[in-house]
T-cell receptor
């Protein structure tokens, strides 16, 4: 149980285009989902917290107009990287939390974004 | 504000030897502490967690960790390393409840020597 999927697993795009990444909780409802970014050989950095039906909360330094997050249902959150540039190339990982007062996050397998 | 420091970006042990991965944290509130493992090309998997109660917590695959408040530490151990333990290990901290997301350490790459 508690499986989280991400799609696509890899994406290559040209500079200036937008890319959408989906995060789905497959066998549970996730009121809260988180988006992280992982640079090569570095740790995960929290980008934003996404709550179903409300606006995402972004961490300091994360451009909300560039990284659009939508959490329209209890099983789906999307991250759209708008007008992507090579410096946005990274590994994007989502996680989903079961319920609102639990402490365990279940992580998706990640999406490798390469911007040419 | 919270932070996590993992000592040693790479740790190498022989198969069958003790595994010790170090994690120290900083938190202004009583922390929730986690260890995650990441195998190549896979997502993070929870090994174990401490929230409240018993300070020695046991996780999957024979791993355990002890919360020591006085030392602000949450070191991960395993008595006998297996080749399959080779992976990246992340220590993470959150505020109670975890609603604010996780703060991760930089990770420790565990290498198992045959």
């Amino acid at each position: 149980g508690a499986v989280v999927s991400q799609h696509p697993s890899r994406v290559i795009c040209k500079s200036g285009t937008s890319v959408k990444i989906e995060c789905r909780s497959l066998d549970f409802q996730a009121t809260t989902m988180f988006w992280y970014r992982q640079f090569p050989k570095q740790s995960l950095m929290l980008m934003a917290t996404s709550n179903e039906g409300s606006k995402a909360t972004y961490e300091q330094g994360v451009e909300k107009d560039k990284f659009l997050i939508n959490h329209a249902s209890l099983t789906l959150s999307t991250l759209t990287v708008t007008s992507a540039h090579p410096e946005d190339s990274s590994f994007y990982i989502c996680s989903a939390q079961v319920g609102t007062s639990t402490d365990t996050q279940y992580f998706g397998p990640g999406t490798r974004l390469t911007v040419l | 504000a919270q932070s996590v420091t993992q000592l040693g970006s790479h740790v190498s042990v022989s198969e069958g030897a003790l595994v010790l991965l170090r994690c120290n944290y900083s938190s202004s509130v009583p922390p929730y502490l986690f260890w995650y493992v990441q195998y190549p090309n896979q997502g993070l998997q929870l090994l174990l967690k401490y929230t409240t109660g018993a300070t020695l917590v046991k996780g999957i695959n024979g791993f355990e960790a002890e919360f020591k408040k006085s030392e602000t530490s949450f070191h991960l151990t395993k008595p006998s390393a297996h080749m399959s333990d080779a992976a990246e290990y992340f220590c993470a901290v959150s505020a109670p409840g975890g609603a604010d997301g996780l703060t991760f350490g930089k990770g420790t790459h565990l290498i198992i020597q045959p």
